[in-house]
């Protein structure tokens, strides 16, 4: 698909702009420290991670509702109603709220060990059962591992963003192998989800917040083909990763070896691969 350039606004158009803009992210701003100040007495007093999980469900609607941000999503009905792995890109630090907002309540989070120690965050995304893997000391990582794979054999459903960070631009970064792992091993269904809109709402590049429509894709779920474990993770990631580049029709950023997609661009090759 062929991407057209980015339309630029005149100077004096952004100049116009600029206090209404300023004023929305005040607004913006003030908002989700309301709403997570409330969230997190939510997780704080309920019992049950039931409970606590559909209070930050609300609250994140409320929120998105509250800034403008309509959310859409699409195909939600492809959702197998059992145990399944999500996995879908990542654009932006609003992901993990949109997706907390947009899937049922049954879905825990699988984040980098780093958030755990963010003050307040790392405790909230604890209360609500998120998952933290360690990236960086690999004995440490291991028994991460080992601990979600527990945990999703037990038929717990998890939530991946396999690239493991993202960039400013556009694009599809590498995939790791975490996420298909753990759903080969536990023989429960990939299910590829893209979320578009997040990355013009939040831009990585430290942009002003945009009240922009926001969409979750549910795409077919990808059952676990015959095989071993470790071919069978090579298999899922590259259907998956198949899928999500199609249905979101940005630039493949990376050489991945298991992928038919080529280049776009000169810029793509040099793109720096995610770390977790």
């Known amino acids: 698909m062929r991407q057209e350039p980015p339309h630029r606004p005149s100077p004096l158009r952004t100049h116009v702009l600029l206090p209404l803009r300023l004023a929305y992210a005040l607004y913006a701003t003030a908002l989700f420290l309301l709403v997570g100040l409330t969230v997190s007495l939510a997780a704080l007093l309920l019992p049950g991670l039931s409970r606590r999980r559909r209070a930050a469900r609300a609250l994140a609607r409320a929120f998105l509702w509250g800034a403008g941000m309509k959310l859409t999503v699409r195909a939600l009905d492809q959702l197998p109603a059992g145990q399944c792995v999500i996995v879908a890109n990542h654009a ?9 907002a947009a899937l049922p309540p049954r879905f825990g989070f699988v984040i980098k060990r780093e ?19 360690e990236r960086f000391d690999r004995k440490r990582g291991a028994a991460d591992a080992l601990r979600v794979l527990r945990n999703a054999t037990n038929g717990h459903s998890l939530v991946f963003f396999p690239e493991g960070t993202f960039t400013a631009e556009p694009g599809l970064l590498k995939f790791h192998a975490g996420a298909f792992t753990t759903a080969a091993r536990a023989g429960c269904p990939i299910v ?7 990355r013009s709402a939040l831009s990585p590049r430290g942009n002003l917040p945009r009240p922009v429509r926001i969409e979750v894709s549910i795409l077919p779920p990808i059952p676990i083909p015959p095989g071993a ?8 990631r590259e259907r998956a990763r198949e899928a999500i580049l199609a249905k979101l029709g940005e630039p493949d950023l990376t050489c991945f070896a298991d992928s038919a997609h080529p ?5 793509a090759r040099s793109a720096p691969e995610s770390s977790s």
């Open 92 to 100: 932006s630090y609003l992901d993990g709220l949109v997706f907390t």
């Open 115 to 133: 958030m755990a120690g963010v003050p307040l965050a790392g405790w909230f995304l604890h209360r609500i059962g998120s998952e933290f893997v």
């Open 192 to 198: 590829p989800v893209v979320v578009q809109g997040t």
């Open 229 to 236: 474990p470790a071919h069978n993770a090579a298999l899922l």
């Open 263 to 267: 280049l776009h661009t000169e810029r």
